[in-house]
């Protein structure tokens, strides 16, 4: 070191030298312990040795020398650092990739859900659009069909006229006639005959 000397005397060769707390250096012939032999200021004196603390020994090194063991270390810090960096960058990576793929599979999920719906609701709405296509027809003058009820078949009876007469016998024509109507007059639909005679178009003659 060049510039290391004694503050008062100016020696440079010795053995035995001390640092003040005020930040002068003294050989062991200059050392006053009341003071300090440069600003007369009352203070501690520290002997230089390797025995001192590293943070008091860095005072002493050459700065090119600490600078490069400095930026060394300041190197190893931030590869360290960085080494941490990449690892949460790369786990932020895979999540974002990994919710990248569930949100796609969802999307897929939601369109097919979506599309199934539609057709479903299409299909209900078939029947709906066949009603609205093809209302009852209306007749000629504009007035709907009227409904008619099935009627049941039944032979037509012809009347037959026959003649009654008065003359004795006609009483036994007119029971035989009474007794053989009461098949008829349990038939539905159809009246009593016995009642109605003339309805049916007999006559009773003298």
């Given at each position: 070191?060049?510039w ?8 440079r ?6 640092v ?34 590293p ?5 002493f ?13 300041i ?63 209306l007749q ?6 009227r409904?008619?009820l ?9 009347p ?6 008065s003359?004795p ?11 053989s109507?009461?098949?008829?007059a ?13 309805e ?7």
């Amino acid at each position: 070191m060049d510039w290391f000397h004694c503050n008062n005397c100016f020696l440079r060769k010795g053995k035995n030298f001390v640092v003040s707390s005020c930040g002068h250096v003294f050989c062991e012939s200059c050392v006053n312990p009341n003071h300090c032999s440069v600003c007369r200021a009352t203070c501690n004196f520290l002997p230089i040795s390797d025995k001192m603390k590293p943070q008091e020994q860095m005072f002493f090194r050459n700065p090119t020398n600490l600078i490069q063991t400095r930026l060394e270390h300041i190197a190893q810090i931030a590869l360290f650092q960085n080494k941490q960096k990449e690892r949460v960058i790369a786990f932020h990576k895979h999540k974002c990739a990994e919710l990248e793929r569930r949100l796609k599979e969802m999307s897929e999920q939601c369109y097919r859900q979506v599309s199934e719906l539609k057709k479903e609701n299409s299909e209900l709405k078939k029947p709906l659009s066949q009603r609205k296509t093809s209302p009852v027809k209306l007749q000629a003058n504009g007035c709907y069909p009227r409904m008619t009820l099935p009627v049941a078949v039944t032979t037509p009876v012809t009347p037959r006229v026959r003649t009654v007469s008065s003359h004795p016998g006609s009483g036994d024509t007119m029971d035989r006639f009474r007794t053989s109507r009461p098949i008829m007059a349990n038939s539905p639909g159809l009246a009593t005959p016995v009642s109605s005679i003339h309805e049916h178009g007999f006559k009773l003659t003298a």
